[in-house]
């Protein structure tokens, strides 16, 4: 019954079986192996596209390093004023950057709007006295588990492109969002106007590794430099390959989204038939996170009965506001999460619910 988040569980199996398949013999180092390059290939493949790839061990370096290659130090990256960048990410990415500047723009169920970058961006026309708008950043799937459609994603980048900027998407969990979605992983990034994805696959089943994914690969001129300076380039590269390549093998990563995102509907269907009509769900479940406002009592039953999750902070998602005795949980689902957990779950916050 833990729900805590997608990175508390191991590692797929497969994923770590490839780990043991190249741990024979010897191999060039630093990424130079045979392994890195089918990755990249293999990234191609996926994404219908010339793209230039690189391993990093982290989500945060993956976000933080593609901004640094797209933002110059005197510039601002726009993103959604909750936003894993700049709420979680301890400066990394003003860090990495040299100095770029993080605008925060707020949005209901930590979506961005065209309307909403574009006021931002009207405000920001003071030429040298203000950092220069250089990035749109967005997430897919965002951190309160919503998706942007193609054409959404399309109607941001046409925002950033009238201002010369460049688009990056922190997909983190991008399988999730696009397992859901449905649309093809080309449709939902460069087709759509996205320079540069950082390409999630730890939180769904790897032990380690994220691709940072240019489909403008002019923007990853400097990247190796970026990369060794902030200490991501691993020296037995082979290892991170193996696991991107089983990642993306048979669609592995698609299926491990589809099975948290299964598990996220039905823990959400769950929730909603609870008695008592004290429980609302405020957010569409649209990847692998459920959303949910409970009174405080409930919420005490199911920490004494052993559930585990996130109270997200904040006094609301923006579609909803949470009272006075009443608690604002996410529960995040993974590859891993079994019925048996969802199940668990479902009963004692069932047994909890009838108490009241
Ligand atoms: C939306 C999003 N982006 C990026 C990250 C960063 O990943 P990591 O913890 O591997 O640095 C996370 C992790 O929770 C996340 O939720």
């Known amino acids: ?20 398949d190249v741990n024979t013999g010897t191999a060039r180092a630093y990424g130079y192996d045979d392994w890195s390059a089918a990755a990249e290939a293999r990234l191609r493949d996926v994404f219908e596209c010339d793209l ?23 510039g601002a990256v726009v993103c959604h004023a909750e936003a894993h960048i700049t709420t979680d990410e301890c400066g990394a990415p003003e860090l990495f950057s040299g100095g770029a500047k993080l605008m925060g723009v707020g949005g209901a169920a930590c979506k961005l709007t065209p309307a909403a970058v574009a006021r931002m961006l009207e405000q920001m026309g ?44 922190d997909g983190a969990r991008f399988a999730n969002a696009c397992a859901r979605l449905g649309g093809s992983p080309a449709d939902l990034t460069w087709k759509s106007g ?7 696959a730890t939180k769904n089943g790897a032990l380690g590794v994220e691709a940072v994914l240019f489909f403008d690969r002019t923007l990853a001129g400097d990247f190796v430099y970026l990369r060794k300076r902030t200490g991501q380039l691993v020296s037995k590269g082979r290892f991170l390959a193996a696991q991107m390549l089983a990642y993306l093998d048979d669609d592995r990563w698609l299926r491990n989204a589809r099975h948290a995102n299964a598990m996220a509907d039905r823990l959400a269907a769950a929730v ?6 004290r429980v609302r769900l405020p957010l569409p479940v649209e990847a692998n996170a459920v959303f949910a406002i409970v009174p405080a009592a409930l919420h005490a039953h199911l920490q004494a009965a052993g559930a585990r999750y996130l109270v997200w ?3 609301g998602p923006g579609t909803d506001t949470v009272a006075d005795g009443e608690v604002f949980i ?26 009241r």
């Open 313 to 315: 902070p904040g006094a």
């Open 272 to 277: 909603r038939a609870l008695p008592g009509g």
């Open 1 to 20: 019954m833990n729900f805590t988040s997608d990175n508390v569980h191991g590692v797929d199996d497969a994923i770590l079986d490839a780990l043991r």
């Open 330 to 355: 996410r529960l995040l689902t993974s590859f891993r999460t079994t019925l048996e957990d969802v199940d668990a779950f479902t009963a004692a916050a069932s047994a909890g619910a009838a108490r």
């Open 194 to 200: 996205v320079d540069v994805l950082s390409f999630g």
């Open 52 to 74: 230039a790839a690189f391993l990093v061990v982290t989500g945060t370096a993956a976000n933080s390093l593609a901004l640094a290659a797209c933002c110059p130090p005197y």
């Open 126 to 169: 003071r030429g040298e006295h203000e950092q220069r708008p250089s990035v749109l950043s967005i997430s897919q799937a965002t951190e309160l588990g919503t998706t942007y459609a193609p054409d959404e994603i399309a109607a941001l980048a046409a925002v950033a492109r009238d201002r010369r900027m460049h688009v990056h998407m």
